[in-house]
């Protein structure tokens, strides 16, 4: 069955943010592969330590809060996950990963960009929900940060209590922010974990982004529709339409 996705008819659009409105899916990336590779060529402990790919990206890390990243990856090779351990691997790839930002700055995907225009010039209220802790400062490189009515990062659900993605959560509280019910808004994802959330969370229309995790992860996760690029989201585009 095929159905337009009216943006008007949306009481909230609910934004992942890294992989969906900036690359810096890919900055993550990048650092805990040089993190958990690093760490894996000198661990001695029991586990497997065969280099960490970006499969291991996609099925263990990918949208979900930082030290729930680690744990799950090393749970996944038999390490010996200690809270001790978790926290220092988290927080050096943290650290590589705000070098980055500093250095190079962030340019969000235009499509991204053109998408969101589209949604202000219609008065549609719009939330960001991300995992990550940085994501103030992401938008703010990025200069969207008055784009949006509310930014739920990792430290405010931190802050609040909140479990993270696969968990509903911080998109159930994005939505009551902007007063509005989780039928009638959007999920924006490129996450596994972020795409099973909004699901978990019965959203109107969970939207997957292909940047990586494939069409057929997203889908089996919950993805009424999977897009290449928030373009195509747009009135007119080839894949405006939404499969339900
Ligand atoms: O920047 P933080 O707080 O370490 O958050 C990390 C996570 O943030 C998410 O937004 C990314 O999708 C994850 O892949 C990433 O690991």
């Given at each position: 069955?095929?159905?337009?996705?009216?943006?008007?008819?949306?009481?909230?659009?609910?934004?992942?943010?890294?992989?969906?409105?900036?690359?810096?899916?890919?900055?993550?990336?990048?650092?805990?592969?040089?993190?958990?590779?690093?760490?894996?060529?000198?661990?001695?402990?029991?586990?497997?330590?065969?280099?960490?790919?970006?499969?291991?990206?996609?099925?263990?890390?990918?949208?979900?809060?930082?030290?729930?990243?680690v744990r799950d990856f090393l749970s996944s090779r038999g390490i010996p996950a200690s809270e001790e351990l978790v926290?220092?691997?988290?927080?050096?790839?943290?650290?590589?990963?705000?070098?980055?930002?500093?250095?190079?700055?962030?340019?969000?995907?235009?499509?991204?960009?053109?998408?969101?225009?589209?949604?202000?010039?219609?008065?549609?209220?719009?939330?960001?929900?991300?995992?990550?802790?940085?994501?103030?400062?992401?938008?703010?490189?990025?200069?969207?940060?008055?784009?949006?009515?509310?930014?739920?990062?990792?430290?405010?659900?931190?802050?609040?209590?909140?479990?993270?993605?696969?968990?509903?959560?911080?998109?159930?509280?994005?939505?009551?922010?902007l007063g509005a019910t989780p039928e009638r808004s959007v999920v924006l994802e490129d996450a596994v974990s972020g795409?099973?959330?909004?699901?978990?969370?019965?959203?109107?229309?969970?939207?997957?982004?292909?940047?990586?995790?494939?069409?057929?992860?997203?889908?089996?996760?919950?993805?009424?529709?999977?897009?290449?690029?928030?373009?195509?989201?747009l009135p007119g585009e080839a894949a405006q339409q939404v499969t339900g």
């Amino acid at each position: 069955m095929t159905s337009p996705l009216n943006w008007q008819d949306q009481a909230a659009v609910l934004f992942d943010l890294d992989g969906v409105i900036t690359p810096t899916a890919e900055v993550h990336m990048r650092a805990w592969s040089d993190m958990f590779n690093d760490f894996l060529s000198s661990w001695e402990g029991e586990g497997d330590t065969a280099p960490y790919t970006d499969v291991d990206y996609f099925a263990h890390v990918d949208g979900k809060p930082r030290y729930d990243g680690v744990r799950d990856f090393l749970s996944s090779r038999g390490i010996p996950a200690s809270e001790e351990l978790v926290r220092e691997l988290g927080d050096r790839k943290n650290d590589a990963f705000n070098v980055v930002l500093a250095r190079d700055g962030v340019a969000p995907y235009p499509g991204s960009v053109r998408l969101l225009d589209h949604l202000a010039a219609l008065g549609a209220r719009l939330g960001v929900v991300s995992s990550s802790a940085n994501a103030p400062a992401v938008l703010e490189a990025a200069g969207l940060l008055d784009r949006f009515d509310t930014v739920v990062s990792g430290s405010v659900a931190h802050d609040l209590g909140l479990a993270g993605k696969p968990a509903p959560d911080t998109f159930l509280h994005a939505a009551s922010e902007l007063g509005a019910t989780p039928e009638r808004s959007v999920v924006l994802e490129d996450a596994v974990s972020g795409v099973r959330a909004g699901r978990a969370g019965r959203f109107g229309h969970v939207i997957g982004v292909d940047r990586g995790a494939g069409e057929q992860a997203l889908r089996e996760a919950g993805a009424d529709v999977v897009v290449a690029d928030l373009a195509d989201l747009l009135p007119g585009e080839a894949a405006q339409q939404v499969t339900g």
